[in-house]
C-alpha cells in the first residue's frame, strides 16, 4: 500500500500553495493524498473559484468551520481534525503556509503521532503582534519535515535549533502555479476588461488587521489611495474583512466614490487577479503572496507593512517596505515616477519546479518512517 498524506487547506492563499504540489503528485504515483478543507474562508469568492480555476480535485473532507475568534476558530479546526484523524489515520499531514488551519491541523496530528510536513517553513517577520507568526512560530515547532522557500527561513530555522536534516530549501511552490497558470491568466485581459489600460494602473489589496481593523489608519489609506488614484487609476478587490471593516468604521462610502478611478471590486478569481498583475504599474499591497507573485513578475510592490517574513522580496526583488505612512508611500510613488524603482534579480529556486522538489522530500520522508 502506498503512504497515504492529508493536505490541509483553509483560507485562500494556501490553495494555490496546495494546487502546485497536487500537480507534481500526479506526476508522481508513490504517494496516495486526501486534501482536507477546514472551511476557514467559505465564500465561493474566497474559495471555490480557486478549487476550479486551478484544477484542485474537490476535498475529501470538509471540516465546515466558518469564522470566528482566534481562539474559537482555531479550537474548532482542531476538535474536527482531531475527529477526523481518529477515524481514518494518514500517515502523514501536509500544511501550508501561516493561517490559523496551519497551526490547528498540525497540533491535531502531532499529538495523535501523525508526523507534519510544513510547506512555507522557517519565514519570521519578528513581529509576534501579527496571528501568522505566531502561526509560523507553533507550526514549525511541531513540524518533522520543515519545507523552506526562500535561505532566510534556513537560517531562521537554523537559528531556532531545528536539525538540518528536517529542513529542506524546496523553492516557492505559489511561483509554481503562478508560471503555470500565467498564459490563461494573460488571455483574460482582465485590466482591459474593466476599463484599464495596461502598464497604466495600480493594483491594490489591504486586508491585515494592523492596516484595516483601526478606524482612523483604514480612514487614512482610503484617502490616499484617492490622492493616488487621481494620478493613476487604481483597481481594489477588496477582502471581506476590509469591507466588514470599512463599514463598521462608517467609510463605506470611500470604496464607492470616484469609482472611474479607485475602482473597488470584488474578491477576484485566481486567473484575474494573475492578469491584473502582470500589467499592474505598481502593486500596493499588505499580502505576503503579493510580495512574492510581484517580485516573480518583476512588477514594483509598495508593501503596506513595516516587517515582512519574505525578506527576499526587498533585497532581491521588487518590494519595498512602506508601513502605513502617507509620507513613505508618496515618497515611493514618487519614486516610481521618476523611474528609479529597482529592476529586481530572478530568485532562485522560483524556477516553477518546487512542487517536484516537495515530493520528493514527501516521498523520502515516508521511507525513512518506514511507512507502508
Ligand atoms: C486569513 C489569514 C491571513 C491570510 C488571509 C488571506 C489567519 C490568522 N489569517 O485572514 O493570514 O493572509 O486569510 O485572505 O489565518 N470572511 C468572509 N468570508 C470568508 C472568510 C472570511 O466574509 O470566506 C470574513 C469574516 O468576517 C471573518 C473575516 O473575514 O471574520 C476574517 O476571516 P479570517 O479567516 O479569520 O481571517 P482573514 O482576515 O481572512
Given at each position: 500500500?502506498?503512504?497515504?498524506?492529508?493536505?490541509?487547506?483553509?483560507?485562500?492563499?494556501?490553495?494555490?500553495?496546495?494546487?502546485?504540489?497536487?500537480?507534481?503528485?500526479?506526476?508522481?504515483?508513490?504517494?496516495?493524498?486526501?486534501?482536507?478543507?477546514t472551511g476557514q474562508h467559505y465564500d465561493p469568492s474566497m474559495t471555490d473559484v480557486f478549487f476550479e480555476e486551478l484544477g484542485i480535485p474537490a476535498p475529501a473532507v470538509y471540516l465546515e468551520v466558518g469564522s470566528g475568534s482566534h481562539g474559537a476558530q482555531t479550537a474548532r479546526i482542531i476538535e474536527r481534525y482531531e475527529a477526523h484523524l481518529l477515524q481514518t489515520p494518514p500517515d502523514g499531514t501536509v500544511v501550508f503556509g501561516d493561517v490559523n488551519s496551519t497551526v490547528a491541523c498540525a497540533l491535531a496530528a502531532v499529538k495523535l503521532g501523525v508526523?507534519?510536513?510544513?510547506?512555507?517553513?522557517?519565514?519570521?517577520?519578528?513581529?509576534?503582534?501579527?496571528?501568522e507568526e505566531i502561526?509560523?512560530?507553533?507550526?514549525?515547532?511541531?513540524?518533522?519535515?520543515?519545507?523552506?522557500?526562500?535561505?532566510?527561513?534556513?537560517?531562521?530555522?537554523?537559528?531556532e535549533g531545528v536539525a538540518e536534516e528536517k529542513v529542506h530549501l524546496v523553492g516557492n511552490v505559489m511561483i509554481d502555479t503562478l508560471l503555470h497558470q500565467l498564459p490563461a491568466a494573460r488571455v483574460r485581459a482582465t485590466a482591459r476588461r474593466l476599463g484599464l489600460e495596461p502598464g497604466r494602473f495600480g493594483?491594490?489589496?489591504?486586508?491585515?488587521?494592523s492596516n484595516v481593523d483601526d478606524d482612523a489608519t483604514l480612514a487614512m489609506l482610503l484617502d490616499l489611495l484617492h490622492e493616488i488614484a487621481r494620478e493613476l487609476p487604481l483597481v481594489f478587490p477588496v477582502h471581506p474583512r476590509t469591507s466588514a471593516a470599512a463599514r463598521r468604521a462608517g467609510l463605506g462610502d470611500r470604496l464607492t466614490e470616484d469609482r472611474d478611478r479607485l475602482l473597488c471590486v470584488s474578491p477576484l478569481p485566481y486567473l484575474e487577479t494573475l492578469s491584473l498583475l502582470a500589467d499592474a504599474r505598481v502593486v500596493l499591497t499588505d499580502s505576503g503572496g503579493?510580495?512574492?507573485?510581484?517580485?516573480?513578475?518583476?512588477?514594483?510592490?509598495?508593501?503596506?507593512?513595516?516587517?515582512?517574513?519574505?525578506?527576499?522580496?526587498?533585497?532581491k526583488g521588487t518590494s519595498r517596505l512602506v508601513g502605513n505612512d502617507p509620507a513613505r508611500i508618496r515618497a515611493a510613488i514618487a519614486d516610481l515616477r521618476s523611474g528609479?524603482?529597482?529592476?529586481?534579480?530572478?530568485?532562485?529556486?522560483?524556477?516553477?519546479?518546487?512542487?517536484?522538489?516537495?515530493v520528493a522530500c514527501l516521498v523520502a520522508w515516508m521511507q525513512q518512517r518506514g511507512a507502508h
Open positions: 500500500m502506498r503512504p497515504l498524506l492529508d493536505l490541509v487547506a483553509g483560507a485562500r492563499p494556501n490553495f494555490m500553495k496546495l494546487a502546485a504540489v497536487v500537480r507534481a503528485l500526479g506526476v508522481d504515483s508513490s504517494l496516495d493524498y486526501r486534501i482536507v478543507h508526523p507534519v510536513a510544513h510547506v512555507e517553513a522557517g519565514l519570521r517577520s519578528f513581529d509576534r503582534t501579527m496571528p502561526n509560523r512560530l507553533l507550526t514549525d515547532a511541531l513540524a518533522d519535515l520543515l519545507l523552506v522557500s526562500e535561505p532566510s527561513g534556513v537560517v531562521n530555522l537554523r537559528r493594483l491594490v489589496t489591504l486586508h491585515r488587521p503579493l510580495q512574492e507573485e510581484t517580485t516573480a513578475l518583476r512588477v514594483p510592490c509598495l508593501t503596506l507593512r513595516e516587517n515582512t517574513e519574505r525578506p527576499i522580496t526587498v533585497e528609479t524603482w529597482a529592476a529586481g534579480e530572478e530568485v532562485a529556486l522560483w524556477d516553477g519546479r518546487a512542487g517536484e522538489r516537495v
